[in-house]
T-cell receptor, first 114, second 110 residues
Framework: AAGVIQSPRHLIKEKRETATLKCYPI?????VYWYQQGPGQDPQFLIS???????DKGSIPDRFSAQQFSDYHSELNMSSLELGDSALYFC?????????????FGPGTRLTVT | GEDVEQSLFLSVREGDSSVINCTYT??????LYWYKQEPGAGLQLLTY?????DMKQDQRLTVLLNKKDKHLSLRIADTQTGDSAIYFC??????????FGKGTKLSVIP
């Protein structure tokens, strides 16, 4: 079965650079979520999109922005990177009308800021 | 994870049962989830329970829910070395995003 695809899997950037993370949801899933997991931490919700519109916003810094495109893939844009942005970034997708709100997670993008 | 609490570590011998506990705070959560994360890997949904259920069994996994005490537990029967991972409980408190606990690191001793 198709899963959530994230690219790249690993990314190394320097401070003050920008990064773009991509997420391709499971086919026919209309909702995408972004989470950030720092080292030894639990995943923290950043932002979500439903039908290409932002639906919820969590602890996403102003330096980050995201969008969902017409093909439902999503991109997380991160600017003025800081050392503290080093983390595992997960994308999850779900069909909004699923009864159990189940979210399917991608393998994550590991971002290292040096 | 400030609203969902878990003990951080659990060590069991192979073949024994493991019980991982979680306390959540939002009584409006309709579903509660258990996710497994192996080192360097993504989050795998293990099981979930609807809030009007007390228990759910799925092969070696048993989930118990005490809504009055807002307590959730995951029991893994016949724990194997492949079960070594971090286990997160999670709730959906009102809106659709997941709120995770800090995770319990399960170590299985051969």
């Amino acid at each position: 079965a198709a899963g959530v695809i994230q690219s790249p899997r690993h990314l190394i950037k320097e401070k003050r650079e920008t990064a773009t993370l991509k997420c391709y949801p499971i086919p026919r899933h209309d909702t995408v979520y972004w989470y950030q997991q720092g080292p030894g931490q639990d995943p923290q919700f950043l932002i979500s999109f439903y039908e290409k519109m932002q639906s919820d916003k969590g602890s996403i810094p102003d330096r980050f922005s995201a969008q969902q495109f017409s093909d439902y893939h999503s991109e997380l844009n991160m600017s003025s990177l800081e050392l503290g942005d080093s983390a595992l970034y997960f994308c999850a997708s779900s069909p909004r009308l699923a009864d159990n709100y189940e979210q399917y997670f991608g393998p994550g993008t590991r971002l290292t800021v040096t | 994870g400030e609203d969902v609490e878990q003990s951080l570590f659990l060590s069991v011998r192979e073949g024994d049962s493991s019980v991982i506990n979680c306390t959540y705070t939002d009584s409006s959560s309709t579903y509660l989830y258990w996710y497994k994360q192996e080192p360097g890997a993504g989050l795998q949904l293990l099981t979930y329970i609807f809030s009007n259920m007390d228990m759910k069994q799925d092969q070696r996994l048993t989930v118990l829910l005490n809504k009055k005490d807002k307590h959730l537990s995951l029991r893994i029967a016949d724990t194997q070395t492949g079960d070594s991972a971090i286990y997160f409980c999670a709730e959906v408190p009102g809106s659709y995003q997941l709120t995770f606990g800090k995770g319990t690191k399960l170590s299985v001793i051969p």
